[in-house]
């Protein structure tokens, strides 16, 4: 049972009555996540409208985001990200052998040198977004923990930098990066209230390991 009650649409404040009618029209799958972080008016209107937006403007292809939330959901065991975002992962394109390489992505040490090759089975578009979701979470739990030198993580991350300017925009840039640092923030909140799975969503197991990225 989660830890904080989800709101109904009658205790909704009315100027945000759109928003929950546009959300429960677009995601009614994550209804347990938008009514419970709609005990914030502040939180549900710029959280939930932001998203609706990138949803709808963003230059930044489905199939990417899927990969990057899939990829930090996993390393952060959020079963309630895990379920829902593998499903659309696929509905975005990625098969099978796919999903099941980004659920095996485990933190670990990262060489000096280590220049960020292409992943087998995916394209180089696709491996990059693989790999910027993982360094984010490497630099932002495993290096700290691990005391990596700061020049290590910035040379590593000058490096995926230059990759992924290749092949995105700095549009396209800000908007992985933000969407994926902020799915984090999804998984713990979602961990530290204990969010149900909706019935019709299908749990998936979370990875276990960590050794290897």
């Known amino acids: 049972m989660p830890l904080l009650p989800a709101l109904t649409r009658e205790q909704c404040p009315a100027d945000l009555l759109p928003l929950w009618d546009e959300c429960a029209a677009r ?32 230059p930044v292809a489905a199939r990417h985001f899927e990969i990057a939330i899939v990829v930090v959901s996993n390393l952060n065991r959020c079963r309630y ?22 659920a095996g ?26 790999d910027l979701a993982y360094f984010l979470a490497w630099s932002g739990v495993y290096a700290a923990t691990a005391d990596v030198h700061p020049r290590v993580v910035q040379r590593l991350r000058r ?19 933000w969407r994926t640092t902020q799915c984090v923030a999804f998984n713990w909140h979602n961990d530290f209230f204990e969010l149900d799975i909706e019935p019709e969503v299908a749990p998936r197991p979370t990875a276990v390991a960590r050794s290897t990225g």
């Open 105 to 130: 992505v485990a933190l670990g040490p990262l060489p000096e040198d280590w220049d960020f090759p292409p992943r087998p089975g995916f394209s180089r578009a696709d491996g990059l977004v693989v």
């Open 81 to 102: 990200c895990v379920a829902h975002h593998t499903p659309l992962a696929a509905a975005a394109g990625l098969d099978a052998a796919q999903l099941d390489a980004l």
């Open 27 to 58: 995601y009614p799958q994550f209804r347990h996540l938008w009514t419970t972080m709609a005990n914030s008016p502040t939180i549900f209107r710029h959280i939930w409208g932001e998203l609706l937006e990138l949803k709808r403007v963003s």
């Open 159 to 177: 490096r995926l930098f230059g990759l992924l300017a290749e092949h995105f925009s700095p549009r396209q840039l800000e908007e992985l990066v």
